[in-house]
């Protein structure tokens, strides 16, 4: 699809919603967890959509919808799964451990609707095709703050809740850090495998999917130069 829309924007309902279930979250994780729990792409996302949600700008929902879509449905089949009794990447473990709140469990639920959330955010504003570079960008950033700065795994013995491997930077397993091949190479493969085996897709399938958004500050679409009147 690429015709031009005009955004419809959100009810006011909506909004209060979300702000009220961030304004719960956030302190909550930032006691239990940390500020740099924050750092997650996913935690990235939902505070991007609350921006989105206020402002209505196309930038702020596709943004994150190019980075967590893939990502976020991986983790909603994998939670499916694990909803029936099966096991596929165990990265939802945690969310059938009992060792854990289930008021915390609850709070993480965000990874299974936030994906949906996006997608209706998008179809209201349209799809801003910036965002594959913008989010492409911010998320190198954030990789490098976390390889450079972030704890490796695993979490100390006095502070499980810590977060360590951030985004992955040091392997797919929390608690040790991957060993089949350099830590360097491991943390290339992250900057140059996401922007094209993950975001890429995303970004044309979307780009596809959804017009340009037209307003409330968004790009606004190619509009021809009128031509003048020749002179007699």
Known sequence: MNADMKPRGFPLWTKLLLTGYLAVLVPFYWKEYGPTNFLYFCDVAILMSLVAIWTERSLWASMPAVGILIPQAVWCIDFTIGLFGGQWLKMTDYMFDEEISLFARGLSFFHFWLPFLLVW??????????????????????????????????APFDNKNLPVNINYVYGLDDKQAQTWMHPTAWF????????????????????????????????????PAPSLPLAA
């Open 121 to 154: 955010m998008v179809w209201r504003l349209g799809y801003d095709r910036r965002a594959f570079a913008a989010w492409s960008v911010l998320a190198i950033a954030l990789l490098l703050i976390c390889w450079l700065l972030m704890p490796a795994p695993p």
């Open 188 to 223: 290339a493969l992250l900057v140059v495998g996401l922007p094209l085996i993950v975001y890429l897709p995303t970004h044309l399938a979307l780009r596809w999917a959804f017009p340009k958004p037209h307003g409330r500050g968004d790009a606004a679409p190619d509009v």
